[in-house]
């Protein structure tokens, strides 16, 4: 268990010798203490866990104007799909498949409200696992509505 700021983040422990376990739990450690508003300086703090993908993703969102008049599609924190600082993370083992991978994060909201997170993770040669996506349920993904974003 880590404290940061009066919040709890449990992490389950991986296997020995898995090299995939860091990227998520190392994100959200890094994210975490400094959660307020969602910017890009955060995305560039954070580049070494995502993937090149990702990070092109989140530099054109960051670039159209701001609408007045409607709310953004990703709408929150894009790491734990919230709007307030959960109570606590529960990271679930890392889940293989060649050079891709996926990790279950279990979101407390509080107030007994908690949700799933999947975390899409992929293997790049010279820079190890980088999070390429995160799919939040329903069918939705992190990717889908910064895409949704740039169609307006």
Avoid: C
Wanted: charged share 25%; aromatic share 6%.
């Amino acid at each position: 268990m880590t404290a940061l700021d009066g919040r709890v983040l449990v992490l389950r422990s991986q296997p020995a010798g898995a090299d995939a376990q860091a990227p998520v739990r190392e994100l959200l450690l890094q994210h975490l203490p400094a959660q307020g508003a969602f910017d890009q300086e955060q995305v560039v703090r954070l580049r070494a866990w995502l993937a090149p993908s990702l990070q092109r993703a989140f530099t054109r969102w960051f670039a159209q104007p701001v609408r007045q008049d409607e709310a953004p599609h990703l709408n929150g924190d894009p790491f734990t799909n919230t709007q307030e600082p959960p109570q606590s993370l529960e990271l679930g083992l890392l889940e293989r498949r060649g050079a891709r991978a996926t990790q279950v994060v279990h979101v407390d909201i509080g107030g007994g409200r908690r949700h799933r997170l999947v975390y899409r993770l992929q293997r790049h040669d010279k820079d190890g696992w980088r999070i390429t996506d995160i799919d939040y349920g329903d069918g939705v993904t992190l990717l889908q509505l910064i895409r949704q974003d740039l169609q307006r």
